[in-house]
């Protein structure tokens, strides 16, 4: 705006000093001042064209400017929206991650908690089982020295004498052999092969104590049915035991190994074999199958009779 009105006053006083020049230097008569007159007229009407000319100039570059103007606004407001609009997927996104990560955190501490339970628990069980076998540490020593007390001829009838001798020269797999023999010879199923609940019941209980104090005796209290009976009440065994029982008694005893019965030929038949692993024919008293697929308890009844109510 400064600068046309600036424009336009040097186009006026131009205009003004060169009429003056010209009136200066022409001659004076009424003719001369008419036509003076007559051109002052021409330059007014020129420069009120100009000045129109230069006010639409100026009220076009108004609108122009009032467009650009309308146009950077309504630009600034999308870019304002625009703004807003990744601010509340920011937020969004945030208030999400924020979930997430207190799920993960709660779900990490129910682990924590859970794994220090199970911890606990295995602290547990081997605290307790630590402590039963100390019980039949002490058991089997005290068991150990009454049997040194009392002379061999006293506690070992005629009937186990090549038991005994197995035994002391650590024939273990035949001494375990020659000890079924000796249980169906006692009870007269050596036709039958395997013993029944009365058999059990009615077998004589010196003989079963001889032969359950040549076990003991020969492994270090590591052997025998004392030692299995202990174990088996120990996990809970009755005469109504379950298959959880029998299968913790198995356990226990290694005649089981990651949830497998074994075979008879991959049972351990030396001295360092797991606490109460022998006599294994024990677990055939009732009839008990060593299948291909290892142990099936189809007649048990006589073997936990032995464990839970025989008295010897």
Request: proline content about 2%.
């Amino acid at each position: 705006m400064n600068w046309l009105a600036i424009s336009i006053s040097a186009a006026v006083v131009v205009t003004v000093g060169v009429l003056l020049w010209k009136e200066r230097h022409r001659p004076r008569g009424s003719g001369a001042a008419h036509r003076l007159l007559a051109q002052l007229e021409q330059e007014k009407q020129q420069r009120q064209e100009i000045e129109r000319r230069l006010l639409t100039q100026l009220e076009q570059e108004k609108h122009q400017r009032q467009e650009i103007e309308r146009r950077l606004l309504t630009q600034l407001e999308q870019e304002k929206h625009q703004r807003q609009e990744i601010e509340r997927r920011l937020l969004t996104q945030l208030e999400q991650e924020k979930h997430q990560r207190q799920e993960i955190e709660r779900r990490l501490l129910a682990q924590l908690e859970q794994e220090k339970h199970q911890r606990q628990e295995t602290e547990h069980r081997l605290l307790t089982q630590l402590e039963q076998e100390k019980h039949q540490r002490q058991e089997a020593r005290k068991l150990k020295d009454l049997i040194q007390q009392q002379p061999m001829s006293q506690r070992t009838p005629k009937l186990t004498t090549t038991l005994r001798d197995l035994l002391l020269s650590g024939r273990w797999k035949e001494a375990d052999q020659e000890t079924l023999r000796i249980m169906l010879k006692v009870t007269g199923r050596e036709e039958e092969g395997w013993l029944d609940v009365a058999s059990i019941q009615n077998f004589p209980g010196e003989d079963l104590r001889a032969i359950d104090q040549l076990w003991v005796e020969s492994s270090n209290g590591r052997f025998g049915f004392s030692v299995q009976q202990r174990i088996w009440r120990s996990v809970g065994g009755n005469l109504k035991a379950d298959d959880k029982i029998y299968e913790a008694f198995g356990d226990c005893v290694e005649w089981r190994v990651q949830k497998n019965w074994l075979q008879i030929n991959d049972l351990t038949f030396n001295s360092s074999a797991p606490i109460g692993h022998l006599p294994a024919v024990a677990v055939r008293l009732g009839g008990l199958s060593w299948g291909v697929a290892g142990f099936w308890w189809e007649k048990r009844e006589a073997y936990v009779f032995l464990l839970s109510q025989k008295d010897w």
